[in-house]
Nanobody, 125 residues
Framework: QVQLVESGGGLVQAGGSLRLSCAAS????????MGWFRQAPGKEREFVAA????????IYANSVKGRFTISRDNAKNTVFLQMNSLKPEDTAVYYC??????????????????WGQGTQVTVSS
């Protein structure tokens, strides 16, 4: 089993930056594709970004491309989401997730096996 714990959320003004972290334990972290999702009140959970097991390949939702960067440090069992130029529409609970099998290019939440508890990101205007 894998346990995922997010941190780094908070309140930030529009145009500001936050870095989210997700610490993993319980399994071999480097074996998994890692992703970030978000969910705003009244909306479906949506894909944000994903990174391959090696960290060599990444994919982003069009809404965050150029502003967000996903990275991982397998030695520290941690995945990050650097969020720059934040907008009010980025306000949501952000979740990290892991998939045991599958391609990093798959953006479906159904492909991910393990989920963190979520961390709130609020962007004020």
């Amino acid at each position: 089993q894998v346990q995922l714990v997010e941190s780094g959320g908070g309140l930030v003004q529009a145009g500001g930056s936050l870095r989210l972290s997700c610490a993993a334990s319980g399994r071999t972290f480097s074996s998994y594709v890692m992703g970030w999702f978000r969910q705003a009140p009244g909306k479906e959970r949506e894909f944000v970004a994903a990174i391959s097991w090696s960290g060599e390949s990444t994919i982003y939702a069009n809404s965050v491309k150029g502003r967000f960067t996903i990275s991982r440090d397998n030695a520290k069992n941690t995945v990050f989401l650097q969020m720059n130029s934040l907008k009010p529409e980025d306000t949501a609970v952000y979740y990290c997730a892991a998939k045991v099998r599958g391609s990093y290019t798959s953006s479906s939440s159904y492909d991910y096996t393990y989920w963190g508890q979520g961390t709130q990101v609020t962007v004020s205007s």
